[in-house]
């Protein structure tokens, strides 16, 4: 590798504080102690910005806690709070929690000044200078951001070299580029923090971007060109608006794109994902980079064919590297390749003739809409071994009806060797009433189901609301029990299922006189 590949970059990330900033997200004093824990401990970032000062008692409290563990954790120095340009109060609260690093928040462009301070930058020096002595006489570690930077930039450029001129030797530690609006594209973060960089050779600088135009992972990247060595980052994109850069995404970018060395555990992001989402209450999309749950998913045959084959659609970004596993999804898309790569991860085997009708099965599941994971697959196959391929009785269309306080009621179409019937049926219950409908038809047929003696509903372990339902019915047939297998997404047509197949069954013994086993 070269030279530019052996840089590290630091990673700040700011969850605790700008994170919070997203609707509706507002941690608790022990969620973020968590938080701030696995951060540092698990994930391994450099640094963590963990709120804002002044702002409440319960935040004063967790920012105390957090601080006291660092300590004796040995990462006090990397924890850092933001502060205003309010000469003592910021800094004193900031103290009074153990703080050690303070992150003051001046502004970066002409705009926010005037308008927004009603000062002039001169006047704003001021302001700045003695809250930076007065932090520094408290032994507090000064980083500035330059608040609104990306458009101070580009429309009051002296205004920012002013600033910096006014600064540069004022004990800074490290002097922090927001493109607060999330305005800026890859081509403008890299001539711009290059003009910085070029123009302030002694300064730190880091690079705070937001996704505003969904350009904050492009804008790391450029950014880090330009020589920037500090980026913050969110967990899940958290932030106001449409939040910050992705801690993932920018892991993986600098590492995979830029060959940059990086201190996070890439082991842990899927920890912390989670562990933010269930604190947060903003959940992640299953096609988010790298922590979406369906992102080391392949759904279509042909991928799951030619990764059987050799590997053909893995990369770089694989799954080992978060602790994840690649999987198959099972649907309308599936082919053999897939159905094979579910049956390995089950440790099973089927014959060639049984691949085929399970795989027949998992497409017709999937062409009707209905979700199909790995939990489900043991069920289809027992469901599609038992069946027997017996279609004496076939259902065309079923209807059923219920409320609360009635009688729920089914209509019922039926193909048989002497064409098709239609009946209906009313009963306490779905299944009773298709009953009642089914043997209005059988009747015709000198047939009536046997007594139920057991009825079992039961979905994968672990499955969710949406997931296949298998229903295992006992019935009394000439003396002895016999069981029939349902499976359905509905619980009620998987019992219907499961009735349907001890019809088949009995009239194929009575048709073949082969008694059933």
Same mark, same amino acid.
């Given at each position: 590798m070269n030279s530019e590949s052996k840089r590290h970059i630091q990673l700040l990330d700011t969850t605790l504080r700008d994170g919070e900033q997203t609707?509706?997200?507002?941690? *608790?004093?022990?969620? %973020?102690?968590?938080?701030? %824990?696995?951060? $540092?401990?698990? $994930?391994?970032?450099?640094r963590i910005e963990i709120a804002s000062a002044t702002v409440s008692d319960g935040e004063k409290a967790a920012v105390t806690s957090i601080n006291h563990w660092a300590a004796e954790k040995g990462f006090a120095s990397r924890v850092e709070i933001l502060g205003f340009v309010d000469h003592k109060r910021s800094v004193d609260w900031i103290c009074e929690t153990e703080g050690r690093t303070v992150n003051l928040l001046s502004k970066g462009s002409e705009l926010h000044c005037q308008q927004q301070l009603r000062k002039s930058l001169d006047e704003h020096l001021i302001d700045v200078h003695r809250t930076i002595d007065y932090a520094k006489s408290r032994q507090l570690t000064v980083n500035l951001y330059l608040e609104d930077w990306s458009n101070g930039y580009k429309n009051s450029p002296e205004y920012v070299f002013k600033m910096m001129d006014a600064l540069k030797d004022s004990g800074v530690n490290h002097f922090l580029l927001p493109d607060t609006l999330g305005v800026m594209g890859p081509e403008e973060v890299f001539t711009s923090i290059s003009d910085m960089t070029n123009r302030y050779p002694h300064c730190a600088f880091d690079f705070h971007p937001h996704n505003d135009y969904g350009l904050a992972t492009a804008n790391v990247m450029a950014a880090v060109k330009a020589g920037i060595d500090a980026i913050h980052c969110t967990i899940n994109c958290l932030g106001e608006r449409a939040g910050n850069a992705s801690l993932a995404e920018v892991a993986v970018v600098l590492k995979d794109k830029l060959g940059m060395n990086l201190s996070i555990n890439e082991q842990h992001i899927i920890d912390l994902s989670t562990m933010v989402e269930n604190f947060s209450g903003k959940w992640v999309s299953s096609n988010t980079p790298v922590v979406g749950k369906d992102v080391f998913t392949q759904t279509a045959g042909i991928h799951a064919d030619g990764d059987q084959k050799g590997g053909l659609y893995e990369s770089e970004l694989g799954p080992s590297r978060f602790d994840r596993e690649r999987s198959y999804a099972l649907g309308k898309m599936s082919g053999k390749a897939s159905l094979q790569k &579910?049956?390995?991860? $089950?440790?099973m085997s089927l014959s060639e003739d049984a691949q085929k009708k399970v795989l027949k099965r998992i497409v017709e599941l999937g062409d =009707? %809409?209905? *979700?199909? *994971?790995p939990d489900d697959l043991p069920f289809i196959i027992a469901d599609v071994m038992e069946s027997m391929d017996y279609k004496h009785v076939k259902l065309l269309?079923? =209807?059923?009806?219920? =409320?609360l306080n009635k009688e729920s009621t089914v209509s019922i179409k039926v193909e048989m060797d002497d064409g098709e019937h239609e009946a209906s049926g009313s009963g306490n219950g779905g299944f009773d009433a298709f009953i009642n409908a089914i043997n209005k038809i059988m009747k015709q047929k000198d047939y009536t189901l046997p007594k139920l003696n057991d009825y079992e509903i039961r979905i994968p372990r672990g499955g969710e609301t949406n997931a296949l339902t298998e229903c295992i019915i006992t019935w009394q047939a &000439?003396? %002895?029990n016999l069981r029939t297998?349902? #499976? +359905?997404?509905?619980? #009620?047509?998987?019992?219907? +299922?499961a009735a349907l197949r #001890?019809? &088949?069954l009995? $009239? +194929?013994e009575r048709s073949t006189g082969i008694p059933i086993h």
């Open positions: 609707r509706d997200v507002s941690f *608790t004093p022990e969620e %973020k102690i968590n938080i701030a %824990k696995a951060l $540092l401990e698990k $994930l391994g970032v450099d &579910n049956l390995e991860a $089950l440790d =009707s %809409k209905q *979700t199909i *994971t269309d079923c =209807s059923i009806s219920s =409320s &000439n003396g %002895k297998r349902g #499976v +359905h997404a509905n619980q #009620v047509y998987a019992a219907v +299922h #001890v019809i &088949n009995q $009239l +194929h």
